[in-house]
């Protein structure tokens, strides 16, 4: 049966869906938005609600590869793709290279996990060029590639489950332009825009340099370096000595979960405000506490669970939405009370899972 996406019939079809799809598990209908044609860096972009399957009709062997899980951000991915496969009744195996420096590794492990008997890869990638040569590889070899969160150029993935990051750097951006239109007081912002080279940051600071130009915001220098706490201070530290002047702090979310601590102890807070340009626990609660100002939610629990639902509709010959994300909105003090949390992050207390037997 063809996948239906239009708003109205997909809620009306969500009736038809099994009860017990709809129990603890239960995250769509989502609001989505589809990339056509597929795959395209500037295609058209319309609102789609996305339907899961109810379940899987056997317990496919998925590999997904991260390339890390050193911050908050990944584990929800994490636990994004491990509730999936629960619910649908798959198994997974889950690998993380260790950073942003690991390509080879994250290479090596998918290689591994396919030898093992992986069906499909799911793939959070290191490089947005670097794992081209394995995806061509794979796909040659029957095994579909769906490429979630980061991003790659390959052409011969099977399908996207991610967001635009420049959409999330032009959305923290403009939140900054819209403060400090043009013609009001000049304002210097500090810009860690994540490990030079991976697509989602070329993105994402693409978007950010957009939205600010023409306001009265300067961006200092970007300053790139791996998502670990420690890389990310020390970045805070060397803008803050050079820059006394600066009044904004954006970035990672590990930027601003880092910062925090840092500005509270030199007494800076009401002097430089801190924006992430994405989501995680450390961010939600900086922004309910009032220690960060604002950040777009890319729902990355959701981007997970698009991705297994992905893999499992390839398997097994069903339409699928090739190039979909989860709408994207900034999430701020006003609305932080209205936000479904399990949906834009891991549950509370979740600890990462690296596989799910079924």
């Not at 290479?107 to 040569?133: F, K, M, P, T």
């Not at 394995?134 to 399908?159: C, H, Q, Y």
């Not at 992905?310 to 701020?332: C, S, T």
Request: aromatic residues 8%; proline residues 5%.
């Amino acid at each position: 049966m063809k996948l239906v996406l239009k708003t109205a019939t997909a809620l009306a079809l969500s009736a038809a869906i099994p009860a017990g799809a709809f129990a603890e598990e239960a995250w769509f209908p989502y609001a989505a938005e589809e990339v056509t044609p597929a795959f395209s860096a500037d295609g058209e972009v319309k609102a789609v609600t996305y339907e899961a399957l109810s379940s899987a009709e056997k317990a496919w062997n998925i590999c997904v590869s991260f390339p890390h899980m050193k911050d908050a951000y990944w584990l929800g991915v994490d636990y994004g793709v491990v509730q999936e496969a629960k619910r649908l009744g798959v198994n997974l195996n889950i690998v993380e290279a260790g950073g942003y420096t690991e390509l080879n590794r994250q290479i090596s492990q998918i290689e591994d996990c396919v030898a093992a008997g992986a069906q499909a890869v799911v793939l959070g990638a290191i490089s947005y060029e670097g794992l081209n040569n394995l995806i061509s590889e794979l796909k040659s070899e029957g095994i579909p590639v769906v490429d979630t969160i980061n991003g790659v150029s390959s052409p011969d993935i099977a399908a996207k489950s991610l967001v635009s990051f420049y959409t999330m750097g032009y959305e923290t951006g403009r939140y900054l332009a819209e403060k400090h239109p043009a013609g009001s007081e000049p304002v210097k912002v500090g810009w860690f825009p994540g490990p030079a080279g991976a697509g989602w940051v070329e993105a994402a600071n693409s978007g950010f340099l957009a939205a600010v130009e023409g306001s009265a915001v300067t961006v200092l220098e970007p300053r790139y370096g791996d998502t670990g706490k420690e890389t990310q201070l020390k970045l805070v530290e060397d803008v803050l000595q050079a820059n006394p002047n600066v009044r904004y702090l954006a970035g990672t979310a590990v930027t601003a979960e880092a910062a925090q601590g840092l500005i509270r102890e030199r007494g800076l807070q009401g002097k430089v405000d801190l924006l992430a340009f994405y989501m995680t626990p450390g961010v939600y609660t900086g922004i309910e506490r009032g220690f960060i100002l604002a950040a777009p939610a890319d729902s990355m629990v959701v981007q997970g669970r698009i991705a297994v639902d992905q893999a499992v509709r390839i398997l097994e010959g069903k339409d699928y939405i090739k190039h979909v994300g989860p709408k994207i909105f900034v999430v701020d003090p006003e609305n932080i009370g209205d936000v479904e949390r399990t949906n834009i992050l891991p549950l509370e207390g979740f600890s990462p899972v690296f596989s799910v037997s079924n």
